[in-house]
C-alpha cells in the first residue's frame, strides 16, 4: 500500500556513505559516493 498520495512529491534519500561485513571475508567494506548534482543544488527552503 502506498504511503503517499499521488499529487505528494517523493521522499528522496542518497545515502553517501555505507558499509557492511563482507559474508566470506568477514572484513568491513565501506563505500563512499560524490553527492549528486541536485544535492550540491539544493537550497535549505527547498528541504523543509
Known sequence: MP???VDERP?????W???CTHPLT???VEFTA????WVRN???EQIL
Not at 34 to 37: G, I, K, N, W
Open 3 to 5: 504511503t503517499l498520495g
Open 11 to 15: 521522499l528522496c534519500l542518497h545515502a
Open 17 to 19: 556513505k555505507i558499509f
Open 26 to 28: 568477514k572484513l568491513l
Open 34 to 37: 560524490l553527492p549528486s548534482d
Open 42 to 44: 539544493i537550497s535549505s
